[in-house]
Structure formats: C-alpha cells, structure tokens
C-alpha cells in the first residue's frame, strides 16, 4: 500500500499539510502516518533521574499531543482510511529522515513556515533539509488547498538529461491522478533560449516516456520563480512539480537574484523529485 507521511507540529500550515494528505490518502488508498517530534533541549539524553526534564510535565506534554493528534484524525479523515501515528523525541530533520526509512514511505506531506514568498517556502529552514535530501517525493504546502485535484500540473525545469528518471518517477506520480500535464520553460534575460530550440529539448527530453495528456509552454519572465508562478497562476494550475540535486537542493533554480515578494494568494502545492 502507497505510505504517505506528514510531520505534524499543529500550526496552521501543517494542518493544511494534512488535509491535503488526507485528501490525497482517499484518492488513491494510501496509509497516513502523522509523525511529530520533539526536540528535546540540549544536554538531554534521556528523561531518568538526574535530568532536568519533568517526567510528570512530560507525560501531560505527551497526552496532549497525543489528543491533538486524535483530533486531526477525526477532523480530516474518515472512518475507512488507514491512520496511524507516532511521537518521537528526535530532531525534526532527522526524525523525518529516519521516519521516512523505518516505514519505507512514498511521499512526504509538509507544511511550511517560511514567509509569504516562493523562495523562502522552499530556501532554509526543516522543510529545506527535507526537500534537498529526501529520496521520495516532498509535497511542500503554503495555503489552504480547499478542494484537492491536482487535474493540471506544471512540470517545470530546464529539461537536461539529468532530469529523465526524476521525471520518470513524476509520471508516475501524475498519472495516478490522470492529470494533464503542462510541460513549462522559463526564459529570463539571462538565460534566453529561442522558442523553436526550446520545444525541440522538450519533444527530446520527453519522446521515451508514455504521457496521455501534455502541453508545452515557453514563457518569459524577469526570473525563473516569477515565470513559474505567474504561469502556474495564469492557467490555475493545482500543483507545480520540480526537481531538486541532493548536494544543493534548489540553489542552482532559486538563487540570491530571485525576487524575494511573491503574494500569497498565487503560491500552490509544490512537490519536488530527488535527481
């Protein structure tokens, strides 16, 4: 069965995280695994005598997580689906990354915290560790995905030969879905490249590969990121999809020159596949 895991820590954007788990769960019967950690301070090895870590404090710490978690479940879930989950004391990176190992999980659900534009929702923090070295899919959530589809879906990338298994493991993906898929190209000032060699990359890069419903798109912006929002936003898509080095996540796509203010309200689901 597909096993989906999301990290959970009850803010806002983790709750959006989940409902869109929950949503995707219903769609193709996958299992649900709420996992949320906790780090504990520094110095701290474990919770026995000499400590400075409350054992009663920490067994009401644990029962209100643990209800918390609870209400997730019957808030976003239905009867029929598998849920389980799980608390650990562990470093949210790596209690994520072990996780993901010790369930053997096919996609990661997770909410971001970063500030309301594009680079810092996938540049820093937790999500970025995640997103640079996971070896399955990372669904990165920002706003309230209130109706899940995921009917159209933009593949955005510069289409080099290093990009043919990620996207081999995004077809798959996609075509649980049966979405239509929107194959798209930024040029910027900086890296221009004519419509007519663009398209012919594209038809190249995709010709080995079996896709039902296709469009290609070249579209001019000031910036890769802008291109991809703006364009995600002018055809209303429900998720961009991308690929991502292990050795330096999404630096070489979103760099120091990327503008740093992209409205909320244009942001959709993001997910990312590991060259």
Partial sequence: MYKILVPVDFSEKSEYA???AAQIGKKIDAKIYLLHLVELPSGIVDMGAGS???????????????????????TFFSDDQIVKYSIKFQHPYEGIKDYVKKINADLIVMGSKGVSDFEEMIIGSNTEK???TSTVPVIVVKTDAKKFKFKKIVFA????????????DFLTFAKQFNSQIHLLKINTVSSFESSTV???KIKDFIKDFE???KTIHIHNDVSVVKGITNFAQEIDADLIALTTHGRSGLSSLFNSSIAKSVSKS???????FKI
Wanted: hydrophobic residues 40%.
């Fill in 157 to 168: 990338s510069n289409y080099e030969n290093e990009n043919k298994d990620a996207f081999k």
């Fill in 211 to 213: 896709i039902d419903r």
């Fill in 18 to 20: 989940v409902k869109i």
């Fill in 52 to 74: 400075n870590f409350s054992i009663p404090e920490s067994m009401m710490y644990l029962r209100k997580v643990k209800e918390k978690i609870l209400t997730l479940k019957a």
């Fill in 130 to 132: 995640v997103v640079r």
């Fill in 266 to 272: 244009v942001l959709r689901p993001v997910i990312t």
């Fill in 198 to 200: 663009t398209k012919e």
